[in-house]
């Protein structure tokens, strides 16, 4: 496992703590437990630099190189926008006006906020409006977030080793929902409808991770984290509450996640009764 996480469990949320059988426990000693009882060995803090057939090479955040050789590889790629380039009426080049320079589309979050030590919750968008031209929104993985959640790091070569922040299935399934229905308020109600807010501030997301298949032997990890976005003023000490957040693992969460995939796939074909599942 490699990733440019800092530490095992940050999972681009700057880590979280959660409620494991009625302790509070970091998410990094939740995963470490997982992945050390599985037998992954886990590379974190790393920026992978080049991939080759059966081999990559990455730099580490104490600015040392390395390679690693593999059968068969799951790479994810750093995040960007689709690179979409934007036209006026008039043919003027207006992609700057309404994408960040990552390919993401601005919308109505805080994009001076400046260094970590300002960061606040306050920055992340609530309309994912674009602030120039109001009659265009982005939800889900395609809005320009404000900056990253986790604490920045580079390397002392200068390169800057950070996990994007998640934008999964459930925050872009509620922003996306609530983008539908400002849209339709704006058609309906005209410029002057109230526009619907989905903060991920102020959103909950729960994430269903498998770690093995089997009706009887499955097991999956289930976590439930409250704000997704931590909030250090509502929530001193660790930015989430507590009652709200909390993981488990067996197999109570693999039959969750073999149940929402086919409640998924059942509203992904809007049969009947679609509405009623959440996202
Ligand atoms: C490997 C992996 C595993 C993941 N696992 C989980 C998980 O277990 N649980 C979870 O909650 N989330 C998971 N996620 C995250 C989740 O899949 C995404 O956050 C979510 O799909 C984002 O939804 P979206 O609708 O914003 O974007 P997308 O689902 O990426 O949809 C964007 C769509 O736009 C289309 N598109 C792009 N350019 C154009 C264009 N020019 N014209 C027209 N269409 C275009 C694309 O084809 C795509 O269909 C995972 C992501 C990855 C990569």
Known sequence: WISNESFLGDFGMGGLHMKVGGYVVSSKIFSESLYAERGVDW???AHVSKVES???EYELLDGSKGEETFDFAM????????????????GSDITGTVFAPNGFMKVDANYNAGA???WKASDWPRTYQNPTYKNMF??????????IISKPMSSPNGTPINPTPP?????????????????CDLITKGDGAHLHEASMAEMGAACVASAGKGLFTGTAAAMTVYP???DFEKYPGTGRDTDYTFGEIGLAGHWIKHILHHLFIYKAKLKAGWTLIPE
């Open 75 to 90: 790479l994810i790629p750093p995040f960007a926008g689709v690179g979409l380039k934007a036209f006026a009426k008039d």
């Open 43 to 45: 590379l974190i803090g």
């Open 167 to 183: 934008r999964t299935g459930m925050p872009s399934g509620i922003i996306g929902k609530a983008v539908a229905h400002s849209v």
């Open 138 to 147: 982005a939800c889900g993985i395609a809005f320009a977030p404000p900056h």
């Open 54 to 56: 059966g081999k990559v």
């Open 228 to 230: 997704v976005v931590p």
């Open 116 to 118: 970590y030590e300002n």
